[in-house]
Nanobody
Framework: QVQLVESGGGLVQPGGSLRLSCAAS????????MGWYRQAPGKQRELVAT???????NYADSVTGRFTISRDNSKNTVYLQMNSLKPVDTAVYYC?????????WGQGTQVTVSL
């Protein structure tokens, strides 16, 4: 099993930045995919960004050029650097991992972009 704990969410003004962190309960060296999804009120959960343990990344079109995913295997942590935030980025952000055929999710962290 893998427990995932997110942190770093909060309230930020449009144009601002936040960095989300996701700490895993075990080594992430062997975890093929880790990433971030988000869910806004009344909407389905959607992919934000993923990264394989080989370094390949995938981003939603809506965040490409603004968000950057990275992973620090030595700290068992995945990050999401979010720049140029917009009100439409407001959502609960969930950390995700896929390991040995099972998907794992964190509890989510709220990101609110507003004046």
């Amino acid at each position: 099993q893998v427990q995932l704990v997110e942190s770093g969410g909060g309230l930020v003004q449009p144009g601002g930045s936040l960095r989300l962190s996701c700490a895993a309960s075990r080594s992430i060296n062997g975890i093929y995919v880790m990433g971030w999804y988000r869910q806004a009120p009344g909407k389905q959960r959607e992919l934000v960004a993923t990264m394989t343990n080989g370094g390949s990344t995938n981003y939603a079109d809506s965040v490409t050029g603004r968000f950057t995913i990275s992973r620090d295997n030595s700290k068992n942590t995945v990050y999401l650097q979010m720049n140029s935030l917009k009100p439409v980025d407001t959502a609960v952000y969930y950390c995700y991992s896929f390991w040995l055929g099972v998907a794992y999710w964190g509890q989510g962290t709220q990101v609110t972009v507003s004046l």
